[in-house]
T-cell receptor
Framework: GAVVSQHPSWVICKSGTSVKIECRSL??????MFWYRQFPKQSLMLMAT?????????EQGVEKDKFLINHASLTLSTLTVTSAHPEDSSFYIC???????????????FGEGSRLTVL | DQQVKQNSPSLSVQEGRISILNCDYT??????FLWYKKYPAEGPTFLIS?????DKNEDGRFTVFLNKSAKHLSLHIVPSQPGDSAVYFC???????????FGAGTTVTVRA
């Protein structure tokens, strides 16, 4: 099946620094990628929709200046957590919508996730 | 506002028996439903899906049932195996935007 890869899988940073997480679709082009955040023992919460070549669409309550999303190519989206604080510590997961060549399905393929710990 | 609900946070089942996971949704625009399996510190992996035009979809040991009138779906795993121990997320999307809304997950533990 389609493969989505995230990097890094684990990152620890000091409070006040910025961290970039990459999401790549390895064997297909993804014009749309999604970024989720998961707190321990909770559901995945959609943060934003990343569209190639245009600005990301953020969900209500998500600070766009805090979580910068760039989708510069058809296979790469990046999430930058700016001026990270301990409350930003979480598991961040990206996903890409698979295009079969004729149509999109509702199915998403997920990256492995990136665990961010802010000290 | 949680549009997809999994009211059972955990389920314990003996190996070889059936696991039944339940999911309810509130948004009548949802027309595509998926189940994902997730191990700790990993991203979710797709398990099985069902379109709203069907009421059942089967794939090996996994069967998903959809009851549109009740806005309810369930995942049956039979027979359950120790490797099935994981968190299972129910998800739903509408063909208008394809965004996925997830339930809170059900942790399944299969006992040997």
């Amino acid at each position: 099946g389609a493969v989505v890869s995230q990097h890094p899988s684990w990152v620890i940073c000091k409070s006040g620094t910025s961290v970039k997480i990459e999401c790549r679709s390895l064997d297909f082009q993804a014009t749309t990628m999604f970024w989720y955040r998961q707190f321990p023992k909770q559901s995945l919460m959609l943060m934003a929709t990343s569209n190639e070549g245009s600005k990301a669409t953020y969900e209500q309550g998500v600070e766009k200046d805090k979580f910068l999303i760039n989708h510069a190519s058809l296979t790469l989206s990046t999430l930058t957590v700016t001026s990270a604080h301990p409350e930003d510590s979480s598991f961040y997961i990206c996903s890409a919508r698979y295009f079969s060549g004729t149509a999109y399905t509702g199915e998403l393929f997920f990256g492995e996730g990136s665990r961010l710990t802010v000290l | 506002d949680q549009q997809v609900k999994q009211n059972s946070p955990s389920l314990s089942v003996q190996e070889g028996r059936i696991s039944i996971l339940n999911c309810d949704y509130t948004n009548s625009m949802f027309d595509y439903f998926l189940w994902y399996k997730k191990y700790p510190a990993e991203g979710p992996t797709f398990l099985i899906s069902i379109s709203s035009i069907k009421d059942k979809n089967e794939d090996g040991r996994f069967t998903v049932f959809l009851n549109k009138s009740a806005k309810h779906l369930s995942l049956h795993i039979v027979p359950s195996q120790p490797g099935d121990s994981a968190v299972y997320f129910c998800a739903a999307s509408a063909s208008t935007d394809y965004k996925l809304s997830f339930g809170a997950g059900t942790t399944v533990t299969v006992r040997a």
